[in-house]
């Protein structure tokens, strides 16, 4: 166990930096921003005679996160929200293998017959994998020799020098960070980007459409900073967004991606009054604590305003809701989510208002949690 905190911690000391500097997520913003008004189009051209995306629109949102975190990881656009995207060979591949693979570990994780030998799900798993990685690995081989071009165009003097490095030529050129290194980050932002961000668009945008006060008061901070502008949102803008970043954090408080935080204990630890030995694995789960009325007032409401800088409903316990752990472990991605999460928003806000006239929404748990019923939203142009 220690040498695998050592190799980790190797490669998270390396890459914390370019990943978790707000200036460094930020530079992304205009390209972000361009994929959530195409989305918004998208939107437009998917909705019926009353207004309604059809029942598997979460495989758009999909779309949408993978798009998303792809301006990120590769620097460029995949062409995901192309209507003509259907007409490409690995077109849903990529999106259909995570999902299968999220599906299959939650299943393997059960019954672990797989550890004697190959079952059927273990087997599908690993071709899923496969899958994913061959896809994946294409990507990022056309990025590679996209940032050789640059690199050549650089030293012929066709290109400015003092250009900001991409996200993935900061991390090639990272002392002790190997190719391979770099290669695996990179899987791994495009596998957690699709179903986390894509799940929590989704849960937000049920809140708002049970909850219309909410998403009126919503509205009027967007109308407000942004207005009607379809330029690039601006980081300044972005700062000034307390509210819509308020019903993220509060969508998130009622719907955690996952189950909780995991740890292994490194020495005997006393938690409630019980002594945990070392070398155990404790796992605090999300919901026990963010919908108790011990730290949240009315823990059962979707109250946005709970997390503005007044604190209205009183204080909140830094350690209440959690919804991308903490410390030195806390998820590498948080900052392009937050920025990608509070993007889309801000543009369905500005064009739309949604409604929902369906069934009530809970969680299905596949790993990470996913609503239970399709998002049959209703998207109400606004005047």
Same mark, same amino acid.
């Given at each position: 166990?220690?040498?695998?905190?050592?190799?980790?911690?190797?490669?998270?000391?390396?890459?914390?930096?370019?990943?978790?500097?707000?200036?460094?997520?930020? !530079?992304?913003?205009?390209?972000?921003?361009?994929?959530?008004?195409?989305?918004?189009?998208?939107?437009?051209?998917?909705?019926?005679?009353?207004?309604?995306?059809?029942?598997?629109? *979460?495989?758009?949102?999909?779309?949408?996160?993978?798009?998303?975190?792809?301006?990120?990881?590769?620097?460029?656009?995949?062409?995901?929200?192309?209507?003509?995207?259907?007409?490409?060979?690995?077109?849903?591949?990529?999106?259909?293998?995570?999902?299968?693979?999220?599906?299959?570990?939650?299943?393997?994780?059960?019954?672990?017959?797989?550890?004697?030998?190959?079952?059927?799900?273990?087997?599908?798993?690993?071709?899923?994998?496969?899958?994913?990685?061959?896809?994946?690995?294409?990507?990022?081989? *056309?990025?590679?020799?996209?940032?050789?071009?640059?690199?050549?165009?650089?030293?012929?003097?066709? *290109?400015?020098?003092?250009?900001?490095?991409?996200?993935?030529?900061?991390?090639?050129?990272?002392?002790?960070?190997?190719?391979?290194?770099?290669?695996?980050?990179?899987?791994?932002?495009?596998?957690?980007?699709?179903?986390?961000?894509?799940?929590?668009?989704?849960?937000?945008?049920?809140?708002?459409?049970?909850?219309?006060?909410?998403?009126?008061?919503?509205?009027?901070?967007?109308?407000?900073?942004?207005?009607?502008?379809?330029?690039?949102?601006?980081?300044?803008?972005?700062?000034?967004?307390?509210?819509?970043?308020?019903?993220?954090?509060?969508?998130?408080?009622?719907?955690?991606?996952?189950?909780?935080?995991?740890?292994?204990?490194?020495?005997?630890?006393?938690?409630?009054? !019980?002594?945990?030995?070392?070398?155990?694995?404790?796992?605090?789960?999300?919901?026990?604590?963010?919908?108790?009325?011990?730290?949240?007032?009315?823990?059962?409401?979707?109250?946005?305003?709970?997390?503005?800088?007044?604190?209205?409903?009183?204080?909140?316990?830094?350690?209440?809701?959690?919804?991308?752990?903490?410390?030195?472990?806390?998820?590498?991605?948080?900052?392009?989510?937050? *920025?990608?999460?509070?993007?889309?928003?801000?543009?369905?806000?500005?064009?739309?208002?949604?409604? !929902?006239?369906?069934?009530?929404?809970?969680?299905?748990?596949?790993?990470?949690?996913?609503?239970?019923?399709?998002?049959?939203?209703?998207?109400?142009?606004?005047?």
């Amino acid at each position: 166990m220690l040498r695998n905190n050592e190799e980790w911690w190797r490669v998270r000391s390396r890459v914390q930096t370019p990943m978790m500097r707000p200036k460094n997520i930020s !530079y992304y913003l205009p390209a972000m921003d361009h994929v959530a008004l195409d989305f918004m189009d998208r939107i437009s051209t998917l909705r019926n005679s009353k207004n309604e995306v059809p029942e598997n629109f *979460q495989n758009e949102l999909y779309k949408w996160a993978l798009e998303s975190v792809g301006v990120v990881a590769l620097n460029r656009r995949l062409g995901y929200l192309s209507p003509h995207v259907v007409d490409k060979p690995d077109s849903l591949a990529l999106i259909e293998a995570v999902n299968e693979i999220f599906e299959l570990v939650n299943w393997l994780e059960g019954v672990q017959l797989w550890r004697i030998f190959e079952t059927p799900a273990f087997k599908r798993l690993k071709k899923c994998h496969q899958i994913f990685v061959e896809i994946a690995d294409a990507n990022i081989l *056309q990025t590679e020799a996209e940032l050789l071009k640059h690199l050549e165009a650089q030293k012929e003097g066709n *290109q400015d020098e003092d250009e900001k490095l991409t996200l993935m030529e900061e991390l090639l050129n990272t002392p002790g960070l190997s190719r391979k290194d770099v290669v695996t980050i990179i899987l791994d932002m495009l596998f957690a980007g699709i179903d986390t961000t894509s799940h929590t668009i989704g849960f937000t945008l049920y809140r708002l459409a049970r909850n219309p006060e909410v998403q009126k008061r919503a509205q009027e901070e967007v109308d407000r900073v942004v207005g009607k502008q379809e330029e690039p949102l601006t980081v300044r803008q972005m700062g000034q967004l307390s509210f819509v970043k308020a019903v993220i954090k509060e969508t998130l408080r009622m719907n955690p991606l996952t189950l909780g935080t995991a740890r292994y204990l490194e020495q005997d630890t006393e938690l409630g009054g !019980y002594l945990i030995p070392k070398g155990w694995n404790v796992l605090g789960f999300n919901l026990v604590a963010s919908m108790s009325e011990k730290y949240f007032l009315h823990a059962d409401k979707f109250l946005p305003e709970r997390w503005l800088r007044h604190q209205p409903l009183g204080p909140i316990h830094p350690f209440a809701s959690l919804p991308f752990s903490h410390g030195t472990r806390m998820c590498i991605g948080r900052r392009i989510a937050e *920025q990608e999460l509070y993007t889309i928003l801000t543009r369905i806000l500005q064009r739309y208002t949604v409604k !929902y006239y369906h069934k009530d929404i809970g969680v299905v748990t596949r790993l990470v949690f996913v609503p239970s019923e399709p998002l049959k939203f209703t998207f109400v142009d606004r005047p």
